[in-house]
Structure formats: structure tokens, C-alpha cells
């Protein structure tokens, strides 16, 4: 059964100001509706005036993604009653988008480049946002907060060429990457990115999911209802096509209830904005160095594997965190940033800005010194990590090394230990003896976890062939 | 240096929803000029309700750019007026508080739907008023009620706290009891602002001088088509003899798409105001009532209770026109009429200076007269072009039929505002 996804990709730009007028869009640590003005909160007799940064930001995005740029294009009000949309209209654009076509190129299955073609890209304003007092369906009121009424969002259309979550998300962390290099979005803003999914298994009707606000929510919603609609097949249910509803919480789709969702939005275009006329514009924008070439930049200047540099340009933040503490030392500094740091920040749930440079930066010293191993310096890192994560000042290194004794040791000082390993694992000694390939590296772990790390286990395992051999 | 108006009159014609009695005014061109505001123009800390119950007691925050203006011109902001609902009515009838009456005949209806503004002024309570022109809400009570009223060019004053009616037709404009008084409160609220994104920048107004000797002036024959009152055709021509006394050139021409022009305008207006009306949901302002009903009910009892008879005609008969599968009947064939329009206007400029006529097919109409909205939007057959077109018109005193006043009408090319009010003056004054 074949998987085909289209996504809808609604982002917010982080211009400083909203897209129609001059309301600030950090919000955030602000208390409800302290960012508002007449205009966005839309009362009567106000008008909108485009901010250009926003378009500008958008004409960015539309560059880098390779997308076509008409002369003319305009906004639409797309009418509908809700309490989060202070006119009863959101400024979007219809059949007159800011940008056509373009791509994405994103790692196939297998190896090599896939490349996921777009629709289009518009501009359109954020609506406010509901906060219910009370539980579930009979709350005793809701609130609502215009702070995001007005804040400017791209919404990116691809065509429905993506054949798994899997892909999904690698297209979502490209597309990420790409929005950041781009200085025009901020990832660490809550809800500045919300996906809406269509899916369908090839030859029956397709099925939209709204209201997915995670990168981690898209892969697990969409294989839900991947999930969903292939039992429905194998159970000859018929799949209708319908919007459904991502419960984050619960990790489900739930079916929108149909008369909610049969709007006509009555698109018309907004007689109060003048039309963009903007392509010329686009010339001048300059683009940065963009992830895929700075992907290629990391393995010809710093001489790493094709898979770690696309893991350490796939986030503006780490690929800057890599440059600033790499010099001189990249085979040293690629594996333990993409490989040991990340998986230790995943963990914690730690954004890569917060880890200290110097401090980094002088434990891959002491590893490329050889002054510890590195399960010890795994250790130190997390010591480090935590520290930070607590709010404490780091340690440095080679004071955490000094203080818990684990600077590396010769080999020959820990002879001893091997021996009196040796002793107590007959079984396993036999088992070396007789060519069992797995028991010298029990016995090397045996004598790593005695003396807590701090001998080379490369060592150990020359001197445990030694001691055997007499 | 700030001073205190103190207004004491009374308002028998019921021109005004609020009156200021105390009004603050400062220095400047229009210095303790006692000035009327249309009630749909936003004005901080005055109840501004669009003559409808769903805006009882909003007070808006913000000044609308006009009222900016006005106030640093030194004006003296003596009451809010009243006004067809949302300024949707060609008599100031459709309004939560009452009809206004024509001081001219307190029998009749002022026009609409700055009748309330006409009012004040005609009256003599104020010697100028601003209102608003959608399709002929300046000139039609300027006509109905004898004085002066300019609709001026799209994009020349800013819509900045003008409350939408119709977005894309509508401009704020000055009445007065005579052109200069109208010039003077023109020159005061024209000009680019930045709030306002169809807002143009334009050269100033000039100084007003009478001028109208060399003028080519068009007559298009559908001015004086079907439904125009006889005698009031017979006063508007004797006018357009006056002009050409004066020694301008009349030159008789054809507007052949006026035939489209009301169903544009309608088609658009009542399009945009469906869009436009829909904030009217009572959360943030408005009268709502205590109701735990779902907020859709809540929204439709509001919208029902809170909006008059016209209005919600206005807006299902909008909404329909722009909803899916009726749009490319109606709404985009709307807008291809009013290219159309526009087209014709554009190839007439080119041989005329600017095109002469009643501005109203016929006199003010007797209280209660017409309940069949249909009938009473054909009255506007000869005001909406030039909101259709974004050109400026005006209208100015002309003579009287049936005993009431008539209003000729001067149309002018985009942003020729002056030479307009320069024929009117000369027109006025009775010299070129």
C-alpha cells in the first residue's frame, strides 16, 4: 500500500513587528493582550498597512526555495466567525500567492537526494488564540489573548510527493534548517510552526489532519493515521475523506465534526491593500550559505563524513556551535558534536546554545591530548551539562578530571586489576581460550567498569592478550 | 493656545446622536469652528455608533486621521451626526435613533446617509460637517437639503477611522452652506497617510478662485435618462445654461456603461459590507448579552437584535453574491462593469474637463415615502459612477423643485478636486 503525503507548513516570520501593523510579535513572556492596538485587534475604522519586512522575509524564503515569483499578486480576505479573529476575516492570500513552485531536496531512502517539489507559498496574518477557563466542552468561559492576532505567517504548500513520515520529518528538519539559515524564523518560539497533513494510501480518499504544533507530533500523527487508514483497508471499511484532528496529547485523529468544517470562505480580494508587486525585488535579496552548501563547505574544508556534516548543518545553531569550537581538531570535534553531544542535549532537552563553548572546547582538547578516555570524557560532558541545566557555573574539564581521578593511566598500572579480573571470570577466560570472539570484550568491560573508566580499553585489551598468553 | 466651544443649541431636526456641549478647539484655519462629525468616523472618547443599537456605547480609543486633522486645524468638534445604519440608505431613515428631518421641509427626509451632517448644516447648528460617500451619501443630502458637499477622489483622504461600509467606493468629505466653507474644510482633511495603505501622495490643494470661462463641460444624455424628475431636469438644464453663460463650452456626450453602474455598485457594496459587518460579534465591544449558549448562537442572536432591517438584507444578499459558485456571476462581473466605467469616465477625460448634471434623479422624498428598497436604490443611479470610477464629484445649489432644493453635480477627473470646486465657486458667485 502506497503512502502519499502533502503538507501544509505554516510558519511564523520573526520580523519585529505584526504584518499589518506595528504591534511587537515577542509576546511570548508577556502577559494577554499587552501587544495589541486598534488595528489588530480590528476595531471598527481601522485599516492594515503591510509591513515590508514581512515580505521581504517571505521573498527570502521564496528565493531559497527556488520558487517562481509572479509580478502581481495580492491579498484575500477569507471570511469566517470565530472568537480568536477580531474582523471576522483573516488576511490571506488565494489565487494570487506570493510565490509559485520551488523545492526541497531532502536525503532518500538508499542514499542520495530526493527532491520534494512545492505549490506555493503565501503571506497571511496569525488570528488570536482561545484559552479556556474551566474543563472540556463545558468550561465556564474562555478567554481570548490578540498578542499573536496579526503575526505575519508563511504558509508552504509541497505537492503530495512524500511517501513517509519518516520523509516528512527529514523534509520538516530540511525545511527548518533552511528557515533559520535564513534568519527569518525562530524555532525556540513557542508555536511558531503548526502543520496540517493530507494522507491517503494510493487509490482510496484522502484525509486531512489539522492542528499538529510539533516536529516530534507530524511523524507520530501521520503514522497514526497512516496506521488507521491501512486497518480500515484491511478491514474493508471505506475511508471517507474528511478533516481530522490531531490530539497531541493522546496521539490520535479524531474526526472534525462535518457541518464544522463546511465554510465558504467567501475569498475575496482585500480592497484596503494595494496588490504586490514585489518579483523585482527579489533580485536584490541576498541569500546566506544555505544547509546544503554548508554541508559541502564542512566536508571539504574540515575533511568529515558526507553523514556527519549533514547532521551538523542541519541546525544553524549547532553548524555555528561546530565552526566556533572545531579549530584545528574536526576529526575530534565532528564525531563528539554529531554523535555524543546531540544525543546528550536530546536527552536533556537542551538546546546546543546553552552548552559553553570554552569548556567544550578544552574537553576535546584533553581528549585529543589522550589525557582521558573517552568514557571518561563522557562523563565529564554530562557533569558539565548538568551543571549548566541546574544553573550553576560549569567546571572546567580539567578540574572535574582532577577532582574525580580520572585522568587516563598507563596500562601498565592497572595489570593488577586485569589480573584479578582474570581471576574472578574463569568462564570467560575459558571461553576467550576456546575462540570465542565476544569474551575479551566482557572482559575488557569487566575491567573498565573496576577501574571506572580511565584506562584505554585498547590497552587493556593488549595487556589481558598478554597476561593470557604466559 | 486651547479655548472651550460651548454648543447650547437645540437640534430640532434630530441631526445629531451625540452632542458635545462642551467642545475644546485650538489654533489654526478652522480655530473655534464649531465642525459636525458623520458618526461612522472614529473619535476617541466620543460614542461613536454608526447609527446602529449594535455599536451602542462604544467609545472607541483612537481618532480616525480626518478627526486628527480637524482637531489640529483648530476646530471645535461639536457632536457626532446621524446617519443611515452603517451609512445604508439614501434618507438617514435606517437608523437605530430616529430619522433626521430636512430643514428645508421638515416633512422630508434630509437624503442619506449623511443626513444628519446635511442637516446640521442646512440647518445653520454648524457651519461645516464631515460625512461619508459611498455612492452618494455626501451628495445626495447636499442636494435633498440645498447646500455644497464633495466626495473627493479615491485615495485623497485618508480612510483611516472611516468605519467600512464599502472599502474599495468609499471616501470622507466635507459639507458646507457654501463652496468656500467646503474648499476651506477639504483642504484641512486631504493629504497622504501612511495608516492608510490606498492612501496616495497628491500635490495639496490649491487656492480656490472661481474659474470656469474655457472649461469643456460633458453632458452625457444618460444623465437625464429615464426616472429623472422632469422639472428637476429643467432646473439641473437651466444650471448647465448658467455654466455656459459663464463660458464654459458644453459638449453633449454618451456614458453608455451607466446601464451596469448600479448593479456594480450594489453587487460590490453589499459584497464588501458582508465582509466589512462581520466583527460585529459583541466580544469586544457592542452590547452582548449574559448567554452560556454556544458562541454561535450567542454571535447569531447578537447580529440579529443588534443590526437593522437594511443591514442584514445587505449582508445576506453580499454574502451570497461572493460565496462559491455565485461569485463569477456576480461579484467578479461587478467588478469587470466597473472597469467598464471606469473605461468610460477615462475616454470622456479625454476630450472634456468634466461632466455636468443633476445630482439627484428627483427631490427629497417624504418621510416614510419609500419602503421598497429597490425603488430607493435606483435613486442612486447618478451618484454611483464616480465612486465606482474613484473620480471626485461634488454637488452644489442649483435652484428649486417642487419648492425644495435641487443639487447640480460636477464630476471632475482623478485628484482634479480644485478645478471642480472652482467651477462650483464660479457657478455660486455667478462669475468666471
Same mark, same amino acid.
Given at each position: 500500500?502506497?503512502?502519499? /503525503?502533502?503538507?501544509?507548513?505554516?510558519? +511564523?516570520?520573526?520580523?519585529?513587528?505584526?504584518?499589518?501593523?506595528?504591534?511587537?510579535?515577542? @509576546?511570548?513572556?508577556?502577559?494577554?493582550?499587552?501587544?495589541?492596538?486598534?488595528?489588530?485587534?480590528?476595531?471598527?475604522?481601522?485599516?492594515?498597512?503591510?509591513?515590508? +519586512?514581512?515580505?521581504?522575509?517571505?521573498?527570502?524564503?521564496?528565493?531559497?526555495?527556488?520558487?517562481?515569483?509572479?509580478?502581481?499578486?495580492?491579498?484575500?480576505?477569507?471570511?469566517?466567525?470565530?472568537?480568536?479573529?477580531?474582523?471576522?476575516?483573516?488576511?490571506?492570500?488565494?489565487?494570487?500567492?506570493?510565490?509559485?513552485?520551488?523545492?526541497?531536496?531532502?536525503?532518500?531512502?538508499?542514499?542520495?537526494?530526493?527532491?520534494?517539489?512545492?505549490?506555493?507559498?503565501?503571506?497571511?496574518?496569525?488570528?488570536?488564540?482561545?484559552?479556556?477557563?474551566?474543563?472540556?466542552?463545558?468550561?465556564?468561559?474562555?478567554?481570548?489573548?490578540?498578542?499573536?492576532?496579526?503575526?505575519?505567517?508563511?504558509?508552504?504548500?509541497?505537492?503530495?510527493?512524500?511517501?513517509?513520515?519518516?520523509?516528512?520529518?527529514?523534509?520538516?528538519?530540511?525545511?527548518?534548517?533552511?528557515?533559520?539559515?535564513?534568519?527569518?524564523?525562530?524555532?525556540?518560539?513557542?508555536?511558531?510552526?503548526?502543520?496540517?497533513?493530507?494522507?491517503?494510501?494510493?487509490?482510496?480518499?484522502?484525509?486531512?489532519?489539522?492542528?499538529?504544533?510539533?516536529?516530534?507530533?507530524?511523524?507520530?500523527?501521520?503514522?497514526?493515521?497512516?496506521?488507521?487508514?491501512?486497518?480500515?483497508?484491511?478491514?474493508?471499511?471505506?475511508?471517507?475523506?474528511?478533516?481530522?484532528?490531531?490530539?497531541?496529547?493522546?496521539?490520535?485523529?479524531?474526526?472534525?465534526?462535518?457541518?464544522?468544517?463546511?465554510?465558504?470562505?467567501? @475569498?475575496?480580494?482585500?480592497?484596503?491593500?494595494?496588490?504586490?508587486?514585489?518579483?523585482?525585488?527579489?533580485?536584490?535579496?541576498?541569500?546566506?550559505?544555505?544547509?546544503?552548501?554548508?554541508?559541502?563547505?564542512?566536508?571539504?574544508?574540515?575533511?568529515?563524513?558526507?553523514?556527519?556534516?549533514?547532521?551538523?548543518?542541519?541546525?544553524?545553531?549547532?553548524?555555528?556551535?561546530?565552526?566556533?569550537?572545531?579549530?584545528?581538531?574536526?576529526?575530534?570535534?565532528?564525531?563528539?558534536? =554529531?554523535?555524543?553531544?546531540?544525543?546528550?542535549?536530546?536527552?536533556?532537552?537542551?538546546?546546543?546554545?546553552?552548552?559553553?563553548?570554552?569548556?567544550?572546547?578544552?574537553?576535546?582538547?584533553?581528549?585529543?591530548?589522550?589525557?582521558?578516555?573517552?568514557?571518561?570524557?563522557?562523563?565529564?560532558?554530562?557533569?558539565?551539562?548538568?551543571?549548566?541545566?541546574?544553573?550553576?557555573?560549569?567546571?572546567?574539564?580539567?578540574? /572535574?578530571?582532577?577532582?574525580?581521578?580520572?585522568?587516563?593511566?598507563?596500562?601498565?598500572?592497572?595489570?593488577?586489576?586485569?589480573?584479578?579480573?582474570?581471576?574472578?571470570?574463569?568462564?570467560?577466560?575459558?571461553?576467550?581460550?576456546?575462540?570465542?570472539?565476544?569474551?575479551?570484550?566482557?572482559?575488557?568491560?569487566?575491567?573498565?567498569?573496576?577501574?571506572?573508566?580511565?584506562?584505554?580499553?585498547?590497552?587493556?585489551?593488549?595487556?589481558?592478550?598478554?597476561?593470557?598468553?604466559? | 493656545?486651547?479655548?472651550?466651544?460651548?454648543?447650547?443649541?437645540?437640534?430640532?431636526?434630530?441631526?445629531?446622536?451625540?452632542?458635545?456641549?462642551?467642545?475644546?478647539?485650538?489654533?489654526?484655519?478652522?480655530?473655534?469652528?464649531?465642525?459636525?462629525?458623520?458618526?461612522?468616523?472614529?473619535?476617541?472618547?466620543?460614542?461613536?455608533?454608526?447609527?446602529?443599537?449594535?455599536?451602542?456605547?462604544?467609545?472607541?480609543?483612537?481618532?480616525?486621521?480626518?478627526?486628527?486633522?480637524?482637531?489640529?486645524?483648530?476646530?471645535?468638534? /461639536?457632536?457626532?451626526?446621524?446617519?443611515?445604519?452603517?451609512?445604508?440608505?439614501?434618507?438617514?431613515?435606517?437608523?437605530?435613533?430616529?430619522?433626521?428631518?430636512?430643514?428645508?421641509?421638515?416633512?422630508?427626509?434630509?437624503?442619506?446617509?449623511?443626513?444628519?451632517?446635511?442637516?446640521?448644516?442646512?440647518?445653520?447648528?454648524?457651519?461645516?460637517?464631515?460625512?461619508?460617500?459611498?455612492?452618494?451619501? /455626501?451628495?445626495?443630502?447636499?442636494?435633498?437639503?440645498?447646500?455644497?458637499?464633495?466626495?473627493?477622489?479615491?485615495?485623497?483622504?485618508?480612510?483611516?477611522?472611516?468605519?467600512?461600509?464599502?472599502?474599495?467606493?468609499?471616501?470622507?468629505?466635507?459639507?458646507?452652506?457654501?463652496?468656500?466653507?467646503?474648499?476651506?474644510? @477639504?483642504?484641512?482633511?486631504?493629504?497622504?497617510?501612511?495608516?492608510?495603505?490606498?492612501?496616495?501622495?497628491?500635490?495639496?490643494?490649491?487656492?480656490?478662485?472661481?474659474?470656469?470661462?474655457?472649461?469643456?463641460?460633458?453632458?452625457?444624455?444618460?444623465?437625464?435618462?429615464?426616472?429623472?424628475?422632469?422639472?428637476?431636469?429643467?432646473?439641473?438644464?437651466?444650471?448647465?445654461?448658467?455654466?455656459?453663460?459663464?463660458?464654459?463650452?458644453?459638449?453633449?456626450?454618451?456614458?453608455?456603461?451607466?446601464?451596469?453602474?448600479?448593479?456594480?455598485?450594489?453587487?460590490?457594496?453589499?459584497?464588501?459590507?458582508?465582509?466589512?459587518?462581520?466583527?460585529?460579534?459583541?466580544?469586544?465591544?457592542?452590547?452582548?448579552?449574559?448567554?452560556?449558549?454556544?458562541?454561535?448562537?450567542?454571535?447569531?442572536?447578537?447580529?440579529?437584535?443588534?443590526?437593522?432591517?437594511?443591514?442584514?438584507?445587505?449582508?445576506?444578499?453580499?454574502?451570497?453574491?461572493?460565496?462559491?459558485?455565485?461569485?463569477?456571476?456576480? @461579484?467578479?462581473?461587478?467588478?469587470?462593469?466597473?472597469?467598464?466605467?471606469?473605461?468610460?469616465? =477615462?475616454?470622456?477625460?479625454?476630450?472634456?474637463?468634466?461632466?455636468?448634471?443633476?445630482?439627484?434623479?428627483?427631490?427629497?422624498?417624504?418621510?416614510?415615502?419609500?419602503?421598497?428598497?429597490?425603488?430607493?436604490?435606483?435613486?442612486?443611479?447618478?451618484?454611483?459612477?464616480?465612486?465606482?470610477?474613484?473620480?471626485?464629484?461634488?454637488?452644489?445649489?442649483?435652484?428649486?423643485?417642487?419648492?425644495?432644493?435641487?443639487?447640480?453635480?460636477?464630476?471632475?477627473?482623478?485628484?482634479?478636486?480644485?478645478?471642480?470646486?472652482?467651477?462650483?465657486?464660479?457657478?455660486?458667485?455667478?462669475?468666471?
Amino acid at each position: 500500500m502506497t503512502v502519499i /503525503i502533502g503538507l501544509e507548513i505554516h510558519c +511564523q516570520l520573526n520580523t519585529k513587528t505584526k504584518l499589518f501593523c506595528g504591534c511587537s510579535t515577542d @509576546y511570548r513572556d508577556d502577559g494577554p493582550n499587552t501587544h495589541v492596538c486598534p488595528v489588530c485587534l480590528g476595531l471598527p475604522g481601522t485599516l492594515p498597512v503591510t509591513n515590508k +519586512q514581512a515580505v521581504i522575509y517571505a521573498l527570502r524564503v521564496a528565493k531559497a526555495l527556488h520558487c517562481e515569483v509572479p509580478a502581481f499578486s495580492e491579498f484575500a480576505r477569507k471570511n469566517y466567525f470565530y472568537p480568536d479573529l477580531p474582523k471576522a476575516f483573516q488576511i490571506t492570500q488565494y489565487d494570487k500567492p506570493l510565490a509559485l513552485g520551488g523545492y526541497i531536496e531532502i536525503e532518500a531512502e538508499g542514499g542520495g537526494e530526493k527532491r520534494i517539489e512545492l505549490t506555493r507559498i503565501h503571506m497571511e496574518e496569525d488570528p488570536g488564540r482561545l484559552v479556556h477557563k474551566g474543563s472540556g466542552d463545558r468550561g465556564r468561559y474562555t478567554l481570548v489573548d490578540y498578542n499573536r492576532s496579526g503575526v505575519p505567517l508563511i504558509e508552504i504548500v509541497t505537492e503530495p510527493q512524500l511517501s513517509s513520515p519518516k520523509e516528512a520529518r527529514r523534509f520538516l528538519n530540511k525545511l527548518r534548517a533552511t528557515l533559520e539559515y535564513l534568519g527569518i524564523y525562530d524555532s525556540e518560539r513557542e508555536g511558531s510552526l503548526r502543520v496540517d497533513a493530507n494522507i491517503s494510501i494510493k487509490g482510496y480518499e484522502r484525509v486531512e489532519v489539522k492542528n499538529i504544533t510539533s516536529y516530534k507530533g507530524v511523524e507520530k500523527a501521520l503514522t497514526f493515521e497512516i496506521t488507521r487508514q491501512k486497518g480500515m483497508i484491511r478491514r474493508n471499511a471505506q475511508i471517507v475523506r474528511e478533516t481530522r484532528h490531531y490530539q497531541e496529547a493522546r496521539g490520535v485523529t479524531t474526526s472534525a465534526r462535518s457541518k464544522e468544517m463546511e465554510h465558504d470562505y467567501r @475569498y475575496f480580494p482585500e480592497p484596503d491593500l494595494a496588490p504586490l508587486e514585489v518579483s523585482s525585488w527579489v533580485e536584490e535579496i541576498a541569500l546566506p550559505e544555505l544547509p546544503d552548501a554548508r554541508r559541502d563547505r564542512f566536508m571539504q574544508q574540515y575533511g568529515i563524513s558526507q553523514n556527519h556534516a549533514r547532521t551538523l548543518t542541519g541546525d544553524l545553531k549547532l553548524a555555528e556551535f561546530f565552526e566556533e569550537v572545531t579549530s584545528g581538531m574536526p576529526e575530534i570535534a565532528a564525531p563528539w558534536t =554529531a554523535d555524543i553531544l546531540l544525543g546528550e542535549l536530546n536527552y536533556r532537552d537542551m538546546p546546543v546554545t546553552k552548552v559553553p563553548n570554552l569548556h567544550y572546547r578544552a574537553l576535546l582538547e584533553e581528549v585529543k591530548k589522550g589525557s582521558v578516555t573517552d568514557t571518561s570524557a563522557v562523563e565529564v560532558l554530562r557533569l558539565i551539562l548538568n551543571q549548566v541545566m541546574e544553573g550553576q557555573a560549569p567546571e572546567m574539564p580539567g578540574v /572535574i578530571i582532577a577532582r574525580l581521578g580520572l585522568s587516563k593511566e598507563e596500562g601498565e598500572s592497572f595489570v593488577e586489576v586485569v589480573a584479578s579480573v582474570l581471576k574472578e571470570n574463569e568462564a570467560a577466560v575459558a571461553d576467550h581460550r576456546s575462540g570465542k570472539a565476544g569474551a575479551i570484550n566482557f572482559l575488557v568491560g569487566q575491567v573498565m567498569k573496576a577501574t571506572r573508566g580511565r584506562a584505554d580499553p585498547k590497552e587493556i585489551a593488549r595487556i589481558i592478550g598478554d597476561l593470557l598468553k604466559d | 493656545m486651547g479655548s472651550t466651544f460651548t454648543f447650547d443649541h437645540d437640534d430640532p431636526n434630530n441631526a445629531f446622536i451625540t452632542i458635545c456641549r462642551q467642545a475644546d478647539y485650538g489654533d489654526g484655519p478652522l480655530s473655534g469652528i464649531p465642525v459636525a462629525v458623520k458618526d461612522n468616523i472614529s473619535t476617541a472618547g466620543i460614542e461613536t455608533t454608526c447609527g446602529s443599537k449594535i455599536l451602542k456605547g462604544y467609545i472607541p480609543p483612537y481618532d480616525g486621521h480626518a478627526i486628527t486633522l480637524l482637531r489640529s486645524a483648530g476646530a471645535a468638534i /461639536i457632536g457626532k451626526t446621524n446617519m443611515d445604519e452603517f451609512g445604508m440608505g439614501t434618507t438617514t431613515e435606517n437608523s437605530a435613533y430616529g430619522p433626521t428631518r430636512n430643514p428645508a421641509d421638515p416633512t422630508r427626509a434630509p437624503g442619506g446617509s449623511s443626513g444628519g451632517s446635511a442637516a446640521a448644516v442646512a440647518s445653520g447648528l454648524v457651519r461645516m460637517a464631515l460625512g461619508t460617500d459611498t455612492g452618494g451619501s /455626501i451628495r445626495c443630502p447636499a442636494s435633498f437639503c440645498g447646500i455644497v458637499g464633495l466626495k473627493p477622489s479615491y485615495g485623497r483622504v485618508s480612510r483611516y477611522g472611516l468605519i467600512a461600509y464599502a472599502n474599495s467606493l468609499e471616501q470622507i468629505g466635507p459639507l458646507a452652506q457654501n463652496v468656500r466653507d467646503c474648499a476651506l474644510l @477639504y483642504s484641512v482633511i486631504a493629504g497622504y497617510d501612511p495608516r492608510d495603505g490606498t492612501s496616495l501622495e497628491l500635490p495639496p490643494p490649491a487656492p480656490l478662485k472661481p474659474e470656469i470661462a474655457g472649461k469643456r463641460i460633458g453632458v452625457p444624455t444618460e444623465f437625464f435618462g429615464e426616472g429623472v424628475d422632469l422639472d428637476v431636469a429643467s432646473v439641473v438644464r437651466s444650471g448647465i445654461s448658467r455654466l455656459e453663460d459663464l463660458g464654459a463650452e458644453i459638449i453633449p456626450c454618451s456614458m453608455p456603461s451607466m446601464r451596469y453602474a448600479l448593479a456594480a455598485y450594489y453587487v460590490t457594496s453589499m459584497s464588501e459590507a458582508s465582509s466589512n459587518l462581520g466583527r460585529y460579534d459583541g466580544v469586544r465591544y457592542g452590547t452582548a448579552p449574559d448567554s452560556f449558549r454556544s458562541w454561535h448562537d450567542a454571535y447569531s442572536q447578537i447580529r440579529k437584535s443588534g443590526f437593522g432591517e437594511e443591514v442584514r438584507r445587505r449582508i445576506l444578499l453580499g454574502s451570497f453574491a461572493l460565496s462559491a459558485g455565485y461569485q463569477g456571476k456576480y @461579484y467578479a462581473k461587478a467588478q469587470a462593469a466597473r472597469r467598464m466605467v471606469r473605461d468610460d469616465f =477615462a475616454r470622456l477625460f479625454r476630450t472634456v474637463d468634466m461632466l455636468a448634471g443633476p445630482t439627484m434623479p428627483c427631490v427629497a422624498f417624504r418621510l416614510g415615502e419609500t419602503s421598497d428598497p429597490l425603488s430607493m436604490y435606483l435613486a442612486d443611479i447618478l451618484t454611483v459612477p464616480a465612486n465606482l470610477a474613484g473620480v471626485p464629484a461634488l454637488s452644489v445649489p442649483c435652484g428649486t423643485a417642487h419648492n425644495l432644493p435641487v443639487g447640480l453635480q460636477l464630476i471632475g477627473k482623478h485628484y482634479a478636486e480644485d478645478e471642480i470646486l472652482s467651477a462650483a465657486l464660479a457657478f455660486e458667485e455667478g462669475s468666471a
